[in-house]
């Protein structure tokens, strides 16, 4: 980067800020835009803080901070690394001397606005990729428009997935075998939506006799056509278009089977398979823009109900009202039974619930028995799917009853029918039906992280995995993940060391290597400390006839005895990183996209909001809404 090594040198050898100063005409500090008296007292704190590791000669990690530039993706890549390293505190590292919060809040500040060259009072809404439909949008929104149930896991291919989730649109691409199938689905989903039990067709054909006349018949065409399409595009149809399908509707076989030529081509259409919005300078990144209120109609009901906008959404949007009227739409559309989608696809993805019920697991292994007939009764699919909608409830009562993200982890009840309760040894609940259940005393779950779903699904099939389970918080729930493994690293049950140790023993041989060290300093101990929930969710008191050991340490510094005590750090000391790290999957889910640096300043939006409202998860959902990357598009293309 041009000069940025030349005058940190400067400061180095001469400690002489006013010279420093004089020379700050490229590089990183240029055009930093009011912040000018921070660099007086950021470059002292990297030096104080960064450098043994990270500059003067160090590269620990591969990152030397005078070195770095602002302009390439992999410099802001790092920048924004460190950014969050220091925004969770993992660095500097616990033991060594800790800038107070006032001096890390400076240097995040000036990463910010400095190195990255962000503005947080015009926040960048980063670029959108055009989104085809997924699986599950796809079937909704079929749903929705004519009633009809299609079966998409049995017509398409399954859609991959980025960051976590299967709304990105950098990976729904369109393959030739999608588009055979779209065109197969199109005519199959109208032709079923046109059996005269099928409410579409009762809305669309007449009571009694279409008009006899040539003239009135095509008026009355062509305002059935553009009704649906109206819904299909999600935004008015354009007269061009509408000439073209009411054309197709006017060729031979009469007035029903016009209807259906012209509903098959609009389900076919790429305008109907893709989120396509539209935007002056489109491939102008210096061009910011808010959406039309079409386009946020359609981010708004894909985002809570997977699915189209209604005629509420459209109504407003076309009055040019629904940005003035978001929050009160954000409140109906999540009483809507219909948020049950966002709540299942988001969580589904998010803490893997979606996955429990299909994970494998040897239960017969796991519980010791003989007969699969045995572990069945214990372990079976009714339950699997008990764990699945146990954590989506959590979610849903502390979602729409106000309540504080943290509640997620802190929560003393949950919401459990016959089946589930008992495998947790609950008394008390009787039927198929859930309901909210205060845990009695001695019975030792509290939040998601006592739940049988994430239980399971952070196991391996025979066994626990404190690693998996590590990663998972670390990842999901704090922000912080830890880096993949390096290659050619052993297993956990590997060479003829292992024996009969103890699950910790284990891992503290594994964490002997000097590779495998750093990493698990941050995973394991967070695994070892639920140890006494076994592979299937079970409780259990003691392992290979030991007492286990739950104690632990975080990366941060923080100690704990026992899982209830590390799922308090969670809930209070550590809860900023929670609130992040949700923030950050929130929006990612709503968007599409995975986050930037230049994200920086809309995450922290999102915290504060978060903040101001006691951490409510419903306060974090509206201010996913309103940010920046929701209400608005730039052009595509590199931004610097």
């Known amino acids: 980067m041009k000069g940025f090594p030349i005058y940190m040198r400067v400061y180095l050898s001469r400690q002489n800020c006013a010279g420093l100063l004089a020379v700050l005409v490229g590089g990183v500090f240029a055009n930093a835009g009011g912040i000018k008296e921070r660099e007086r007292e950021a470059l002292p704190l990297l030096r104080e803080f960064c450098f043994d590791c990270h500059g003067e000669g160090s590269k620990k990690g591969g990152i030397a901070l005078d070195k770095l530039g602002k302009d390439k993706p992999a410099d802001r890549k790092s920048w924004h690394s460190v950014w969050s390293n220091l925004d969770s505190q993992l660095m500097p590292p616990s033991d060594k001397p800790q800038p107070t919060p006032q001096q890390r809040a400076l ?66 691409n369109l393959s030739p075998i999608h588009m055979e199938k779209y065109i197969e ?28 006349d040539a003239a009135a018949l095509e008026v009355y065409m062509r305002g059935t056509i553009r009704f649906f399409a109206d819904r299909a595009l999600r935004r008015p149809v354009d007269e061009p278009t509408l000439d073209r399908l009411c054309a197709m509707g006017a060729a031979e076989g009469g007035f029903p089977e016009g209807v259906k030529r012209a509903m098959v081509a609009l389900l076919a259409s790429p305008r109907f398979i893709f989120r396509a919005e539209i935007q002056p300078e489109p491939n102008n990144p210096g061009r910011v823009v808010l959406l039309d209120e079409y386009a946020l109609a359609s981010r708004l009901s894909y985002f809570l109900w997977s699915s189209t906008p209604d005629p509420e959404l459209l109504l407003l949007a076309g009055r040019g009202q629904l940005r003035a009227q978001l929050r009160p739409q954000v ?28 994970v494998p697991i040897q239960a017969r292994v796991v519980l010791g028995l003989q007969k699969q007939d045995d572990s069945d009764k214990v372990f079976s699919a009714k339950l699997r799917s008990a764990m699945r909608e146990e954590t989506e409830r959590l979610f849903q009562h502390v979602l729409r ?12 009840y949950g919401f459990l029918n016959e089946t589930l309760a008992a495998f947790y040894g609950i008394r008390g609940v009787k039927g198929a039906e859930f309901q909210r259940m205060d845990f009695p005393e001695g019975v030792h779950r509290r939040g998601v992280l006592g739940q049988g779903t994430f239980l399971v699904v952070t196991s391996n099939p025979t066994r626990t995995s404190p690693v998996k389970r590590g990663q998972f918080v670390l990842e999901n729930l704090l922000g912080a993940p830890a880096p993949p493994p390096p290659p050619n690293i052993p297993p956990l049950e590997g060479g003829g060391k292992a024996g009969k140790k103890s699950m910790r023993q284990l891992m503290e041989l594994h964490r002997a290597d000097a590779l495998c060290a750093s990493c698990h300093a941050r995973m394991d101990p967070i695994g070892l400390a639920l140890e006494e929930f076994n592979a299937i969710g079970q409780y259990r008191h003691a392992g290979e006839g030991e007492p286990i050991d739950t104690a632990g340490q975080l990366v941060t510094g923080e100690k704990f005895n026992n899982v209830e005590e590390l799922i308090q750090l969670l809930g209070t000391t550590r809860k900023h990183d929670f609130y992040r790290c949700l923030s950050e999957k929130l929006l990612t889910y709503a968007i599409g996209r995975g986050l930037e640096a230049s994200d920086i300043s809309n995450v922290r939006g999102l915290v504060a909001s978060m903040e101001a409202q006691g951490g409510s998860l419903s306060a974090l959902l509206q201010a996913v809404v309103e940010s920046a990357p929701f209400q608005k598009r730039r052009g595509t293309g590199e931004t610097r």
């Open 107 to 172: 240097l995040q500040d000036w990463i910010e606005r400095g190195a990255l060259g962000l503005d947080p009072a015009n926040p960048d809404p980063g670029r959108v990729t055009v989104r085809r439909l997924n699986r599950e949008e796809y079937r909704n929104t079929v749903r929705d428009l004519t009633g009809v149930e299609f079966s998409v896991q049995e017509h398409f291919p399954p859609d991959d997935t980025g960051y976590g989730f299967d709304t990105i649109g950098d990976v729904l």
């Open 185 to 212: 689905a199109a005519q199959s989903i109208v032709d079923r939506a046109f059996t005269p039990e099928n409410a579409l067709r009762r809305a669309i054909f007449p009571e009694g006799p279409l008009p006899g």
């Open 331 to 358: 409140e109906r559309m999540l009483q809507d039974g219909r948020s049950s989608r966002f709540v299942r696809n988001f969580v589904g993805q998010w803490l893997q619930s979606r996955d429990v019920e299909t």
């Open 401 to 412: 009853n106000k309540l504080p993200a943290e509640e997620l982890f802190t929560a003393s």
